[in-house]
């Protein structure tokens, strides 16, 4: 008898035990989001007030003025993505071929082994190198050395994603095309790029989300302008570095400059990630 | 098909000329646009080729210029680079550890902070809740938070964070700074939790159906079985998602510049080595590199740079490593 009620005590402690680990891990799981609710909360709640139609299309005030806009920053992160894409796609897409491609090769090791350092380099450090690059040599800041820091940052995603989406076509896909008597690069740029293209254009969009919110590489090569500047051997101003230089001043409108920043910022890059989202599961490379 | 249509109306002699003749041209046509083919062929194959030798020679400027900038540093400074505990630049005195310290407490803190809710919503997502809304909430939710910009985490953390460590250090009798290693490690903890978190989700399910089965036959409760089953066993890859969210923490530059406070000073007891302003080994370049004046000033922070470059090359390798070996078991 009297082990019959031990028995159910333990059990009962068990069962007790687990739905305390349940709910523990439920209520842990629900505290980590509530970071990003307070922050999109915040952002909006300060951001909301300071952006109108002249706030895109304005330049910034000087303190103790009120109002002033963030054109220059929106053009500048426009030039320093454009930058970026233009030197990372095309070496990106043909890195990610050649692996897929060449895939036991000794130099393809290489390059893979290249690409994942790449991507775990700090981007303090590839602004570093971006300084020694193209700001020593020419002696001052500029649009392209960020571009080209930027680009750096951007190359392993879209390597990453090409190669991994060409991984998923199948093979009898491109011996048909070989049997008819296409030749190979044909075969690749006509039948296997169109089959992946959701994939590498998906690739890119998650590359340019990752570079469009990137501060520490552009503190020394784009620096920053408080002009309208269209000139790629200039300094130009960023809407990350917007956001820090006026987040880390004293002044009240500078604050709320770039809380509308913050709010800008962030909308584009979540409207990003949410139509890669469903852009991948439209079009989602499938046989 | 087309052609024999088109020339219905001509004789069956002509008919057979005409088409002998079409088609030596078109072999004609096909042996010079295989030609044509072999010579694209050819540059094709050879950009592939450059383009993938770009990638690594990218790479391996990286580390030349890196190291070249840094040698007068190394000269100069020699291996006190890494014992001493004084950076003066007016004197001409660079030593690291300040920041090596930096960078050590905060990203310990900040994984210690944050091992128990990524492991919470890994777990949820791999072993409770797999289907619905609830789930598919805190993954977008949690892949969201990745892709929060540094500068905003920054930002928001001056705002939110900073006034909460100040009226912690009060109550605790201490200096009221507010920015401190401590308001950096807890900006750090929420924007590595996402990182870990999805590393962990895809080791987890890797667990044996069986083993799972195995357990609950004999009667154990889920809760038993997380723990002396599902833990254990992922416990590798768990690991490997903790050095490389450590990787990614280290080199984290712009949120840890705003909340740190950026002072080379080394307080002297452990409390307030938490709760004073410090500097990393990512904040101290990004205040002072434009700042920095004098070849050897610049040159010692290339090094730091180096050094942090190598660090998180290692563990990323380590993470690596541990994963792929994981995978395989």
């Known amino acids: 008898m009297m082990n019959n009620v031990d028995t159910d005590k333990h059990f009962k402690l068990r069962k007790l035990k687990n739905k305390v680990f349940k709910y523990f891990l439920y209520f842990l799981s629900g505290l980590s989001i509530i970071p990003l609710i307070l922050i999109i909360l915040h952002i909006i709640k300060n951001g909301i007030s300071a952006v109108n139609i002249k706030f895109f299309t304005s330049m910034p005030k000087p303190v103790g003025e009120s109002g002033g806009g963030i054109l220059n920053a929106i053009v500048g992160t426009l030039m320093l993505v454009t930058i970026a894409s233009v030197m990372a796609i095309p070496v990106g897409i043909s890195t990610g071929i050649y692996l897929n491609e060449h895939r036991k090769n000794r130099l393809s090791y290489y390059i893979q082994l290249s690409a994942e350092v790449l991507q775990s380099i700090p981007s303090i450090v590839i602004g570093i190198v971006a300084w020694i690059w193209i700001v020593l040599p020419m002696g001052h800041f500029s649009a392209l050395s960020g571009g080209i820091a930027l680009g750096i940052m951007m190359l392993p995603t879209i390597i990453k994603s090409t190669e991994e989406t060409l991984k998923l076509i199948p ?46 590489p552009l503190l020394f090569t784009a620096f920053g302008n408080p002009f309208l500047n269209f000139s790629i051997t200039k300094p130009v101003a960023s809407l990350p570095l917007l956001i820090f230089n006026y987040a880390t001043s004293p002044y009240d409108d500078w604050h709320k400059i770039a809380w509308g920043a913050s709010l800008v910022l962030i909308t584009f890059i979540f409207t990003l990630n949410i139509f890669t989202r469903l852009f991948t599961k439209k079009y989602k490379v499938k046989f | 098909m087309q052609e024999l249509i088109t020339s219905d109306n001509g004789s069956i002699a002509d008919m057979q000329t005409e088409n002998i003749k079409k088609r030596s041209n078109s072999f004609d046509a096909v042996a010079s646009s295989h030609k044509n083919n072999m010579g694209a062929e050819k540059t094709f194959n050879a950009v592939l080729l450059i383009m993938g030798i770009v990638v690594i020679l990218i790479l391996a400027g990286i580390l030349v210029s890196l190291f070249v900038e840094s040698i007068p540093a190394i000269k100069y400074n020699g291996f006190g680079f890494l014992i001493n505990n004084v950076w003066d630049p007016v004197t001409d005195r660079y030593g690291a550890v300040p920041f090596l310290l930096g960078t050590l407490l905060t990203s310990f803190l900040a994984l210690v902070i944050s091992i128990p809710f990524s492991l919470a919503v890994s777990i949820v997502l791999a072993e409770y809740l797999k ?199």
């Open chain 2, 131 to 329: 289907e619905g809304w609830i789930p598919a909430i805190l993954k977008s939710a949690t892949d969201l938070l990745a892709g929060v910009p540094s500068v905003i985490y920054g930002f928001w953390g001056l705002f939110l964070i900073t006034p909460i460590v100040r009226k912690i250090e009060l109550s605790l009798n201490l200096p009221p700074y507010g920015v401190s290693i401590l308001a950096a490690s807890i900006i750090l903890a929420i924007m590595i939790i996402p990182y870990s978190a999805s590393i962990a989700r895809e080791v987890i399910p890797l667990v044996p159906v069986d083993i799972k089965e195995a357990s609950y036959s004999l009667g154990a409760t889920k809760y038993e079985t997380i723990k002396t089953i599902i833990l254990k066993y992922s416990m590798s890859g768990i690991l490997a998602g903790i050095v490389l969210s450590l990787g990614r923490a280290i080199g984290e530059t712009m949120a840890v510049t705003m909340l740190i406070g950026n002072s080379n000073i080394l307080p002297k007891n452990f409390l307030s080595l938490i709760f004073n302003p410090g500097n990393t080994m990512a904040s101290v370049i990004a205040n002072e590199f434009t700042e920095a004046t004098g070849n050897i000033y610049l040159s010692s922070l290339v090094e730091i740079g180096l050094l942090l470059f190598i660090v998180s090359f290692i563990l990323n390798v380590i993470g690596k490593r541990i994963i792929r070996k994981f995978v395989i078991e």
């Open chain 1, 171 to 216: 093979h009898s896909l491109k011996e048909a095309s070989l049997a008819l008597g296409v030749p190979y690069y044909k075969t690749i740029l006509k039948v296997l790029l169109p089959a992946s293209l959701s994939g590498i254009v998906t690739g890119i969009l998650i590359g340019i989300a990752r570079i469009a919110g990137e501060t520490a």
